[in-house]
């Protein structure tokens, strides 16, 4: 079969370009005019994807070619843009940047996965002429990646566009779509994880649609559509299963409640960890921690990451929901809990010279630094059979934390031995206490189907 769509990478030379702010304004300009917009973010990240989300009504998927395999990560591609007028992916870091010397894992080579012209954004600070050279060497590096168009960010004024833009023409074949000023302000607050996340922006609708009218008064979206439909055709023998449901597990699972909590504090949960719970014909109730005095009845409750520490007054304060929970852990309720939902689970958190109590699940302690304490991908290997995971069972995910454990029960069982990443505690990650499981690690489910596997079977315990 042949598979079909508008689509564009946009790519940048480093972090910190202007993708993601490029990326939101085309997603709501190209909605503005009618069409079914499906984003796809590059990578691990959470941030990112939720402002996608949000500027093109739709929600926003992870590609990210570490964690997931080759065949599943063009499911998720296909089975998740099919009948969308465009396609916009964001990229990370820089164009060529992977894990080693070839650049495995990189946003060029997921373009060239599925076939996908890139546009770069180019930062032109203090530099004129040499964007062309930059540009050029770009396209020769591999001629497999197909450059189609560039935006130029940072010009400070009608001289300085002028000479790269001609530079540009006269010695590549790349179109110059168009401009961000470098007296424009994005009015996206930045923290220490890069972007703050949507939900705890004060004004998300205007500020998308201020960045989309800026980049339309400066950019051809003509211009940017014509490169998305140069995209190649996919070719696919046959289209495989996103999921792969096992139908007696599916038969046991129907109707177990499943509770997530997700509000300001916790809300970085990819989509598709979501969409094979309804899979399984299990029920979703999603909690909110901060204003909630009380848990409904569930078979079991998934803590996923976010901010614990920036929303710790807040969630410190409502004594009743942290007390509710830990009776209902005391009771038996298992509980799966990434990162943030780590730090929730501990005894405390130190943050910006403030103590805050937490639910004290856990015999943790955690401590907020001003740099990373880890930021990668992850592959653990389970060493501790439980009704989550089997021993010798391989997984990858990734953490990104600021948080570091502090202070810590010596007598504590880690399932996860890290064999590549840090995790809580001298190489080890995934502490299980009774029926709760708790980990720096995020997993996606088409990397790690043993995920939900672990989960059903835990619920039905």
């Known amino acids: ?144 990646v197909a450059i189609k168009g560039v935006v130029l960010n940072n010009i400070s004024g009608r001289r300085h566009e002028s000479v790269i833009r001609g530079a540009i023409e006269r010695y590549t074949d790349c179109k110059v779509l168009g401009i961000i000023r470098r007296s424009v302000q994005t009015p996206i607050l930045q923290r220490h994880l890069g972007l703050t996340p949507y939900q705890e922006h004060p004004d998300v609708e205007e500020t998308i649609d201020y960045i989309a009218a800026l980049v339309e008064e400066t950019i051809n979206m003509d211009e940017m559509m014509e490169i998305a439909c140069s995209a190649a055709p996919i070719h696919l023998e046959e289209l495989p299963p996103l999921f792969e449901i096992n139908e007696e597990l599916k038969r046991r699972s129907k109707g177990l409640r499943i509770g997530i909590i997700r509000d300001e504090a916790f809300q970085f949960y990819y989509p598709e960890n979501l969409e094979i ?51 209902e852990v005391e009771k038996g309720l298992p509980v799966y809990a990434e990162c943030g939902g780590l730090m929730y689970l501990g005894r405390q958190i130190e943050y910006a010279e403030g103590v805050y109590p937490m639910t004290g699940v856990l015999p943790l302690d955690f401590r907020m630094e001003i740099t990373p304490v880890a930021h990668g991908y992850t592959v653990v290997e389970v060493v501790e059979d439980s009704t989550y995971y089997k021993k010798g069972t391989i997984l990858k995910g990734h953490e990104f934390h600021y948080s570091r454990v502090v202070s810590y029960d010596r007598d504590m069982r880690f399932c996860f031995q890290m064999r590549k990443g840090r995790g809580i505690k001298d190489g080890f990650d995934g502490l299980l206490i009774g029926k709760v499981f708790a980990t720096y690690t995020h997993l996606h489910t088409l990397s790690a189907p043993e995920w939900i596997e672990g989960l059903i079977n835990t619920a039905l315990c």
């Open 277 to 327: 719970m309804r899979e399984y014909e299990m029920e979703i109730v999603f909690i909110d921690a901060m204003r909630q005095d009380s848990l409904p009845s569930l078979d079991l409750l998934y803590i996923g990451g976010g901010f614990p520490e920036t929303n710790a007054l807040e969630l410190s304060g409502n004594r009743a929901f942290m007390t509710a929970l830990r009776r």
């Open 1 to 144: 079969m042949l598979y079909n769509c508008p689509r564009v990478v946009i790519a940048g030379l480093r972090g910190g370009s202007g993708k993601t702010t490029l990326s939101i304004a085309v997603a709501r300009l190209f909605k503005n005019r009618g069409l079914k917009v499906t984003c796809f973010k590059k990578g691990p990240d959470y941030i990112d994807p939720g402002w996608l989300a949000k500027a093109s009504g739709t929600d926003c998927y992870n590609l990210d070619p570490f964690m997931i395999p080759s065949s599943k990560l063009i499911a998720s591609f296909v089975h998740h843009s099919k009948g969308s007028d465009i396609v916009v992916i964001e990229g990370n870091r820089g164009l060529y940047d992977g894990v080693d010397i070839e650049g495995s894992w990189s946003t060029a080579e997921l373009a060239k996965l599925v076939k996908t012209p890139v546009v770069l954004v180019v930062d032109c600070t203090k530099v004129t002429r040499t964007v062309a050279a930059l540009i050029k060497g770009l396209q020769e590096f591999d001629k497999g």
